[in-house]
Each structure stands twice: as C-alpha cells, then as structure tokens.
C-alpha cells in the first residue's frame, strides 16, 4: 500500500510541475516560471497598502520642525497623514513577500498566494502517515520560499526604488481617491492594456461544505 501512496504524492508533484507551453525558457524547463511585472506590482500594492492599514489606526499627533530659540511653534501633523507613517510602512515591505508560497496547481497570478499548497498539503499528510517521499530536496526545505517568490522580492525592491516619487504623489495626495493597485500598477508600471490581466484575477471564495444529514435511529419517529 505504501508503494502506492508514494507514487500518488509524486503523480500529484509531477502534475502540478507540467509546462503548459511546449517552448519554453530554460527556467521553465527546470519548473521555474518567475513573477511578471504585473504579479509583482499587485503583490506591492497590497502588502503596502495592507502595511498602511496597520499602521493608519493611530490617532497620535506628531510634532516636527525645531528652532534655536524654541519660541517659534513646531507643526503638528496627524500621524495618519505624516510622511513618518509612509516611512514606517514603506520599510521591509517586500519582506512580507517572503510569507507568499508558490501553488503550482494554479496557473494565474493566483499561485502566489500565502498558506500552503495543496500539493505540499498533500506530501506533508503523507509523510504524517508515515510515507517516506523523496522530492530531492531536505525535508526541512520543503516550506521555505521557493525561487520565484525570493525573486519577486528582489522585484518588489526594484520596482519600489524605481516608483518611490510615484507611492509618494499617491500617498500625499491621491489616497482617498484610488487604491495603490489602480495608480501605481495600471496607470505607470503597466502600460499596455494586455499586461494588466493579472490584476482582475483572485481567488475564488471557498465553497461551503455541505452537512451530511443526520440519519434516523432506530427506533426513532421520522417527521413526515
């Protein structure tokens, strides 16, 4: 039985690695296919944006400015529209790439995704039963980052230095009138109108599962 189970594990691997192109990269021979601009973008946006949510809960006041003789009064900024807040957030963003896994058994920009795949869901139950699968790589490197996601955040700081006046321009005066995604990815980063696609696709909501009905005891009065 275990046999069988191992060659279940690799089948399910092995599948989820397939080309869908016949001409591809040398990357893409290996089952590397790294992030687009787009997919790179739209994960900046959102981690930015979701930094900038954590941290725009703070109703503090900061004071800035200084002078020689202390009479002259400092500005008071709200924290939440400070330019000390775009700095706080701007820093170590692409780090939170690295908590994106890559899904292979995806094929849109969906496959970067956080959580674990389905596949190494899989090959991790396996080897919770006791199957031993040999993937080539250590055990413990199983759940780090892969390849594509350590460097699409070498992406996200390229892409972050190269449109810094860009998230600034948005930040200060344009926030409240279109998300990050919509200024920074679609109107400069992507020009064309084909290297957007990425940018409709999201995940599906999970499909609730269905109950099974209670059977009847025996013994018991069915409701007619």
């Keep these: 039985m275990l046999p069988r189970l191992v060659i279940l594990a690799l089948g399910v691997l092995a599948s989820s690695l397939q080309l869908s192109q016949a001409d591809s990269s040398p990357e893409e021979e290996q089952g590397v296919r790294y992030a687009n601009r787009c997919e790179a973008c739209k994960i900046l946006a959102a981690e930015l944006e979701g930094r900038l949510g954590e941290t725009g809960k703070s109703h503090d006041v900061i004071e800035t400015g200084y002078s020689v003789d202390d009479v002259r009064p400092k500005k008071r900024t709200e924290y939440r529209r400070s330019e000390l807040r775009l700095l706080e957030s701007l820093e170590n963003v692409c780090e939170r790439v690295l908590a994106y896994n890559l899904h292979k058994e995806r094929t849109d920009s969906t496959r970067f995704a956080k959580g674990m795949s389905q596949t190494f869901q899989t090959l991790h139950g396996l080897v919770d039963k ?46 409240d009138q279109k998300s990050l995604r919509q200024h920074l990815c679609e109107d400069h980063v992507l020009k064309k109108k084909a290297e957007r696609e990425c940018l409709k696709e999201e995940l599906a909501p999970p499909q609730p599962q269905l109950q099974p009905k209670n059977k009847p005891k025996k013994g018991d009065n069915e409701e007619l």
Excluded: A, H, R
Excluded at 140 to 152: F, G, N
């Design 130 to 175: 006791g199957v031993k699968v040999d993937l080539g790589i250590p055990y413990e490197l199983w759940d780090k980052p892969p390849v594509e996601v350590t460097q699409m955040k070498t992406q996200c700081e390229n892409m972050l230095e190269e449109y810094e006046e860009t998230i600034s321009d948005w930040y200060f005066k344009l926030q």
